[in-house]
């Protein structure tokens, strides 16, 4: 493990461990279930043979601990209970280093017999997963193996590393969308309820050689006090026992925050997550980093200099797999060892925070009236609740009720609310410090559902409803019903017809008086350029879920041109405008992977949309529109230092023209997703208003966006450019935003 060049195909290491599983009686492994590529899913569990005879009556002791309600007499759980702790390698399967150490740390535990393992054998349960993105391991291995040896060699695979969403694989908590997320939750994370997760990850090449906790501002404000100083506390011992091992360039408080939820779900009930961030090599290929060009300017050190959270810098030179195995074979132990002399205490706390959470006054409870403008957005909120381990009653009116006095109310509670990003800044007046990831995850605002924070208790008996959400699912013809644009895609499928109402958005299998027309299925092209997107992997994703067929659209096919015979419309997911123009540079990749569209693309698009075609570009590409496409429209943001302007993943409230058919079926005002997003000084079917638009999140420069459009559509010859300034798939969430989508696919043709 760690070889210059070694590479790890997933059936070796399902192979490895099973033979582990027959060696030692101090090891189960199991298959948890299949990933969305049809490997199998694993986990293995390591303890005293003793603890594995009886994992069952431990599992039964974390629930207990999990759920103070249930539990009379504390003390014979905090005797006899273990310290679970759950370690997950390579989500992200360009980090290949975690997967080997995962595999040599399994056997250095199972076979060495030193007074710190003996320690961890006894008081612990170590639920090891090798990976929790087999698929991404073995897509990285067989591109890294195809390029050993060549100019490409360590260069990252030129499609995403999981089949929909990438490195968002790890965004993905709170929603659970992907097969992988569901099962971990499900089998691991809900089943064992860990004290801790480890999550082992690989950061750039040019800073620290490894991050541990503690974390930077912010700390998302429903994570228990309890838990970030136990999260700082094992970090910091992480950090002791990695210098005190002769391991530099290690570094805590820095880079990396703990804000959003969509990267963590086990604090968010009532267990720490422990990150660490190694420095990766070339994949398995060694790299040499002089000193000098260490980074100077990262959040919260100089990895160049010595301070007090980076006592002691790397000196620079050559790094390589083996040093980031050992660095992580450190921590691991580290972690562990610190899991099982701290048993009492992490167990009681376990049981602390449960209480804390349980005891929350305000608010009282979240209403989710039973009435909703879109039933099928609603029907998903409580599902996602409830998959998260949320307990939802139902009113005698029919009202779903989320009382805050359970466990499970700092996940709720995090999901339901607004949030109010602070204002951090690299100095006074200066550049806003940028957050690790997104500064809104307010469900109820992306999902267009009513929510309603509740002060007082709810007037009535409630009753407790198990799978609230499966009431809801019925056939919808109801145009402002997410629901519906299923139904309508499977009577397609039939073979059947599909009308619409062009004043209400309602759909019909027939036309029900004036006013409706009968629509066409629409043939969908989607851009996949070979710089892999994370947008349009969440793009057929989302496709796929409501069974719009699409086909691919690599750039020479587009280039090709003859698009009006195959497609109706042709989408361009969230990517720079010069990628999508140039692509992979020249000696980069190899050749079949070079380029882009360049202006024989351009070209046939022009042809596409003048013959009638529809164009839909999202976020960044609408500047390759403005670019190469001829529209008299400018991006007003563009350009502004951040100082002036920055919308770094909020929420922001836009008004929506009525009755235009990109809105059908929608209401007045909606918030939409803003990344870094584009807005222009054109006509608009949704439009900032003239102040107030931040909804959630951190919005700098309003002013810029006041009254400005946010989603324009424009003629180009015989077709029409759909400009959507947002994200409208946002990571599988936005369901509010779906039906523009879903509408401009299916736009009228004049």
């Given at each position: 493990m760690g070889a210059d060049r070694s590479s790890l195909e997933w059936r070796r290491v399902v192979e490895y461990f099973d033979r582990l599983e027959k060696a030692s009686g101090k090891i189960r492994v199991e298959e948890l279930g299949r990933t969305t590529g049809g490997r199998p899913f694993l986990a293995a569990w390591i303890a005293n043979p003793e603890t594995l005879e009886r994992l069952d009556h431990y599992q039964s002791i974390q629930r207990r601990l999990a759920d103070p309600r249930v539990t009379s007499d504390?003390?014979?759980?905090?005797?006899?209970?273990?310290?679970?702790?759950?370690?997950?390698?390579?989500?992200?399967?360009?980090?290949?280093?975690?997967?080997?150490?995962?595999?040599e740390f399994a056997y250095r535990l199972l076979t060495a017999d030193t007074p710190r393992f003996q320690q961890i054998l006894e008081n612990t349960i170590l639920i090891l997963a090798p990976s929790l993105n087999p698929d991404g391991v073995d897509i990285v291995t067989n591109w890294y193996r195809k390029t050993l040896g060549t100019p490409f060699e360590g260069s990252n695979p030129p499609e995403l590393y999981h089949k929909y969403v990438g490195h968002d694989n790890n965004r993905d908590w709170y929603i659970f969308s992907q097969v992988e997320t569901r099962l971990t939750v499900e089998k691991l994370l809900r089943a064992w309820r860990?004290?801790?997760?480890?999550?082992?990850?690989?950061?750039?090449?040019?800073?620290?050689?490894?991050?541990?906790?503690?974390?930077?501002?912010?700390?998302?404000?429903?994570?228990?006090?309890?838990?970030?100083?136990?999260?700082?506390?094992?970090?910091?011992?992480?950090?002791?026992?990695?210098?005190?091992?002769?391991?530099?360039?290690?570094?805590?408080?820095?880079?990396?925050?703990?804000?959003s939820p969509s990267r963590s779900y086990s604090v968010f009930h009532g267990g720490m997550r422990i990150?660490?961030?190694?420095?990766?090599?070339?994949?398995?290929?060694?790299?040499?980093?002089?000193?000098?060009?260490?980074?100077?300017?990262t959040v919260g050190y100089d990895a160049q200099e010595r301070s007090w959270n980076h006592p002691e810098p790397w000196a620079g030179g050559v790094w390589r797999l083996r040093d980031i195995v050992d660095y992580q074979l450190i921590a691991m132990k580290s972690c562990l060892y610190q899991a099982a002399?701290?048993?009492?205490?992490?167990?009681?706390?376990?049981?602390?925070?449960?209480?804390?959470?349980?005891?929350?006054?305000?608010?009282?409870?979240?209403?989710?009236?039973?009435?909703?403008?879109?039933?099928?957005?609603?029907?998903?909120?409580?599902?996602?609740?409830?998959?998260?381990?949320?307990?939802?009653?139902?009113?005698?009116?029919?009202?779903?009720?989320?009382?805050?006095?359970?466990?499970?109310?700092?996940?709720?509670?995090?999901?339901?609310?607004?949030?109010?990003?602070?204002?951090?800044?690299?100095?006074?007046?200066?550049?806003?410090?940028?957050?690790?990831?997104?500064?809104?995850?307010?469900?109820?605002l992306l999902m267009g559902v009513r929510v309603e924070a509740l002060e007082e208790p709810v007037a009535g008996a409630l009753r407790p409803v198990s799978h609230p959400w499966a009431a809801a699912a019925r056939e919808s013809f109801a145009g402002g019903d997410t629901d519906a644009w299923v139904h309508i895609n499977r009577i397609w499928d039939a073979g059947g017809e599909v009308w619409r109402n062009l004043r209400t958005g309602d759909f019909a299998r027939a036309a029900n008086g004036p006013g409706w027309r009968r629509l066409r299925r629409p043939r969908?092209?989607?851009?996949?350029?070979?710089?892999?997107?994370?947008?349009?992997?969440?793009?057929?994703?989302?496709?796929?879920?409501?069974?719009?067929?699409?086909?691919?659209?690599?750039d020479r096919e587009i280039r090709s041109g003859e698009l009006g015979r195959k497609f109706d419309v042709v989408i361009f997911p969230d990517q720079a405008a010069e990628v999508i123009e140039s692509g992979h540079r020249a000696g980069t990749m190899p050749?079949?992977?070079?380029?882009?569209?360049?202006?024989?693309?351009?070209?046939?698009?022009?042809?596409?949309?003048?013959?009638?075609?529809?164009?839909?570009?999202?976020?960044?590409s609408t500047a390759y529109a403005l670019d190469r496409l001829g529209l008299k429209t400018r991006d007003v943001v563009r350009?502004?230092?951040?100082?002036?302007?920055?919308?770094?993943?909020?929420?922001?409230?836009?008004?929506?023209?009525?009755e235009h058919p990109l809105t059908l079926g929608m209401p007045e005002q909606i918030a939409i997703w803003s990344e870094h997003s584009p807005a222009w000084n054109a006509s608009g079917v949704a439009r900032y208003p003239e102040s107030g638009l931040l909804a959630s999140g951190w919005l700098l420069g309003e002013k810029h966006l006041a009254r400005r459009a946010a989603l324009v559509e424009a003629p180009l010859g015989s077709g029409r450019v759909i400009l959507f300034g947002m994200r409208p798939q946002y990571r599988g969430q936005s369901y509010q935003t779906f039906k523009l989508l879903f509408n401009a696919l299916i736009y009228p043709r004049e």
């Open positions: 504390l003390e014979p759980l905090i005797r006899e209970g273990k310290t679970v702790v759950l370690v997950t390698c390579s989500i992200h399967s360009t980090e290949v280093a975690s997967t080997h150490t995962a595999v860990p004290q801790i997760v480890y999550d082992v990850h690989q950061q750039g090449t040019r800073g620290s050689r490894m991050f541990v906790p503690p974390w930077v501002d912010p700390i998302e404000p429903n994570v228990d006090p309890i838990l970030a100083q136990q999260m700082n506390l094992i970090g910091m011992g992480m950090a002791a026992d990695l210098t005190a091992a002769g391991k530099t360039g290690v570094v805590v408080n820095a880079s990396y925050d703990f804000w990150l660490s961030e190694s420095a990766s090599a070339r994949l398995a290929s060694p790299i040499e980093v002089p000193r000098e060009q260490l980074e100077r300017n002399i701290r048993r009492p205490e992490l167990l009681r706390n376990y049981n602390r925070v449960a209480a804390r959470a349980s005891e929350r006054k305000r608010p009282w409870g979240f209403l989710i009236p039973a009435a909703q403008p879109d039933p099928g957005a609603a029907r998903k909120l409580l599902e996602v609740l409830e998959f998260g381990e949320v307990e939802i009653e139902q009113s005698e009116k029919g009202d779903f009720v989320v009382r805050m006095q359970q466990p499970a109310s700092s996940f709720a509670k995090a999901l339901l609310e607004r949030q109010s990003y602070p204002d951090l800044r690299a100095w006074p007046g200066g550049p806003p410090r940028r957050p690790y990831d997104a500064t809104a995850h307010t469900l109820p969908v092209g989607l851009h996949k350029s070979h710089v892999p997107s994370m947008d349009e992997g969440w793009t057929r994703w989302l496709l796929e879920q409501f069974g719009f067929p699409y086909t691919s659209l690599p050749e079949e992977f070079v380029g882009g569209l360049a202006e024989l693309g351009a070209e046939a698009l022009r042809e596409f949309a003048r013959a009638g075609g529809k164009l839909i570009f999202f976020n960044r350009g502004l230092p951040s100082q002036e302007f920055y919308s770094p993943g909020s929420l922001l409230w836009v008004k929506l023209e009525a």
